[in-house]
């Protein structure tokens, strides 16, 4: 059959005061089995299991460029959770942030006998040719977030530009018309690079003066952040709003804020949504606003069950994308929440059990 887009229904922006978002990062370093518990809990299927899944346990490697931070850590868990329901032996490399191992990982993985590789985030210079050689072999991939050009790849990601541009709707009401701003980002990771182009639309749209650039990735982001934006707030310290589009970079961004005690004058926007994130933003004093993203957790699930559905040969779509929500501090505040099991009540929204699901797959609830 025919691969075709995933058609999603559209998020309705107004029933929540807030936006849409994900997570960027890196990875690798030693390669560890599934088996870690997580709170995460499947419901029965009722369906008969088609082939491979028919004929006992499936073997699938998970590459990733970083499990490091709080999403990603989440991310990681709704995975493996998703793979023991299955039935599915899964093996994960995490390359902490080192793009060389994660080529090196993926290329273990290939030799692995995996029947299946997802690939979570990762920059095409360095994994593409694995990926390419992947597919020759006949190993089904999967990638979430990466910029990739081998066709028979499934694409699996969220709505990136969508979801800043929902933020910058927030932070332009916030800071309003030409504003001295600040903005923290790195090049290189699809899903930032694609926030980048609405950031630079929205500059135009709203007048505003960016007064700095900085940011990396790192395996410590939020920590190695906070030096580089307190230097730029330094010189700085007349910017209304920063933009932060990854939780790491906003954590950082957050700290420094508050290090120089501009936490009164400066807000924060930033993106993704974590137990650690909303505890964050519900501080007494926090200056971060504003953020949008998905259920970590949930997105790591669906990531499996889309390399299950393909390598059952049920997917029939070249791409998958994750609705995301928008947050906003106010909201977190108001309705007292404290945590993702809440956030979940509270916003329905985040539950993605509908996406890239079959009866014969157990579903992960969160």
Sequence with gaps: MSRVRLPLAALSLASVSALVLSGCSQSSDASTKTGSDTAASASAATGKKPAPFSKGTVKVALVRQSGAGDYFEQWGNG???QAKALGIDLTVYDAQADNAKQATDLSSAINSGAQAIIVDHGFPATIQPEIDQAVKKGIKVVVYDVDQTNKSVVSTEQDDASMAQAVLDVMAKTVGKNAKVGYVNVAGYAALDKRDSVWK??????????????GKVTDSTATDNVPLVSAALTQHSDVTGVFAPYDELA??????????????KVKVFGADVSNADIQNMTAAGSPWVATAGTDPSAVGAAVVRTAALELAGQLNQSSVEFPAVAITRDFLVKNKIENMDQLRTALPALNLSKVSTADWIPNVAH
Excluded at 201 to 214: H, I, R, S
């Design 79 to 81: 995975a493996q959770a």
């Design 251 to 264: 954590k950082g961004t957050v700290l420094a804020v508050q290090n120089k005690k501009l936490q009164s």
């Design 201 to 214: 639309k929205a500059l135009t749209a709203n007048g505003w003066t960016q007064e700095f650039k900085v």
